[in-house]
T-cell receptor
């Protein structure tokens, strides 16, 4: 059983397009996260939601908009994609607000051409 | 500002050799630190946390507040230890990750 799943696994798109990445967790966790891993493998948090409420919103361009329709899902929508958005995006979840016991998804590799 | 530094991008050792993956942190409060690992084609997962003071897969890490370090150690490296290792600092409701160190264990 997949604990944290992301779709799609790979996404290749052109500059200027709008795209979404979906994340779902079946662990019953209350908190979900989005991370960006850049080409140098640096992993940085972007957003987190607890019970559908935004609790972490790092310095991220407002072209990035997370949406949590329920606590099992956290989607990431990106408008007007730029070359610099190319990265691997990881979703994660944790039981509560304590971030340490996070379960990560497999990642979505986004390539903007 | 809180920061986690992993100075080595790549650490290559022979099987059976000791391993030390370095991690230094910058944080004004009482730190809570972790090591995460990502094996090839697998998800990033928690390896250990300093509070539990346990040994996982032969790895240990001791928090040294004087040196602001949390180095990950293993006395005898195995090939299956080859992976990307991230040191992380808990800061409020989030984790601040270091840049990661790739460990390659050669036979």
């Amino acid at each position: 059983d997949t604990a944290v799943s992301q779709t799609p696994k790979y996404l290749v798109t052109q500059m200027g397009n709008d795209k979404s990445i979906k994340c779902e967790q079946n662990l019953g966790h209350d908190t979900m996260y989005w991370y960006k891993q850049d080409s140098k493998k640096f992993l940085k948090i972007m957003f987190s939601y607890n019970n559908k409420e935004l609790i972490i919103n790092e310095t991220v361009p407002n072209r990035f908009s997370p949406k949590s329709p329920d606590k099992a899902h956290l989607n990431l929508h990106i408008n007007s994609l730029e070359l610099g958005d190319s990265a691997v995006y990881f979703c994660a979840s944790s039981p509560g607000l304590d971030p340490y016991e996070q379960y990560f998804g497999p990642g979505t590799r986004l390539t903007v051409t | 500002a809180q920061r986690v530094t992993q100075p080595e991008k790549l650490l290559s050792v022979f099987k059976g050799a000791p391993v030390e993956l370095k991690c230094n942190y910058s944080y004004s409060g009482s730190p809570e630190l972790f090591w995460y690992v990502q094996y090839s084609r697998q998800r990033l997962q928690l390896l250990l946390r300093h509070i539990s003071r346990e040994s996982i897969k032969g790895f240990t890490a001791d928090l040294n507040k004087g040196e602001t370090s949390f180095h990950l150690k293993k006395p005898f490296a195995q090939e299956e230890d080859s992976a990307m290792y991230y040191c992380a600092l808990k800061y409020g409701n989030k984790l601040v990750f270091g840049a990661g160190t790739i460990l390659r264990v050669k036979s």
